[in-house]
């Protein structure tokens, strides 16, 4: 059975933008070493799936047609360089809609799992870039990494946050050392 691995995406795989949104392709680039990464996370037999809040949608600032197609190239790009992505899962939406699959909500995780057979959750990582990634990982039981490549940029930002997160580290790459090879504790 393949071990699943959840990233989120803007501030882990591509560029973030502080109080932006990528709202098309030309805007989108893959961070320093991501694409050997996920190869790497690929070729040790890991189905790859990303969670990403896309609450510039709702905003107006850009439309599915265009996330659609930012998806698309982001998965072509990856396969050129031996990644693949399994999965896609957006929310659309801002905290007004209220929906469930808005991290830290969990929803989009448990359509995964719908739609990929049982997860052991306990058993995979979230990788993401901010609190709330942190929470959705807590709320739905994986481990948590957070990267500093997005939105936090020191481990002393984490200090009081409400929730213990299990690794911090400098980038995806060094996530996916963490992912392939846990330091035993
Ligand atoms: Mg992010
Ligand atoms: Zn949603």
New binding site residues.
């Given amino acids: 059975m393949k071990k699943t691995i959840f990233l989120?995406?803007?501030?882990?795989i591509s560029k973030?933008y502080p109080g932006d949104w990528t709202k098309k392709w030309k805007e989108f680039s893959f961070l320093p070493g991501v694409k050997d990464a996920l190869e790497k996370l690929t070729r040790a037999n890991y189905q790859i799936v990303i969670i990403s809040n896309q609450a510039g949608v709702s905003k107006g600032l850009f439309g599915l047609k265009a996330l659609r197609k930012i998806t698309k190239r982001m998965k072509e790009e990856l396969r050129k360089s031996g990644g693949r992505i399994k999965k896609v899962y957006y929310c659309p939406h801002q905290d007004e809609d209220n929906c469930s699959g808005r991290k830290p909500k969990v929803g989009l995780f448990k359509k995964a799992e719908k739609d990929l057979g049982y997860i052991n959750f306990e058993q995979t990582f979230f990788v993401?870039?901010?609190e709330i990634?942190i929470l959705a990982g807590k709320n739905i039981g994986t481990k948590t990494i957070l990267v500093l490549t997005?939105?936090i940029k020191s481990k002393e930002e984490t200090k009081n946050w409400q929730k213990q997160l299990d690794y911090v580290t400098t980038d995806l790459p060094s996530a996916v050392e963490i992912i392939l090879n846990p330091p035993s504790s």
Avoid: L, T
Avoid at 8 to 12: I, M
């Fill in positions: 989120d995406r803007d501030g882990v973030y993401g870039d901010s990634d997005g939105k």
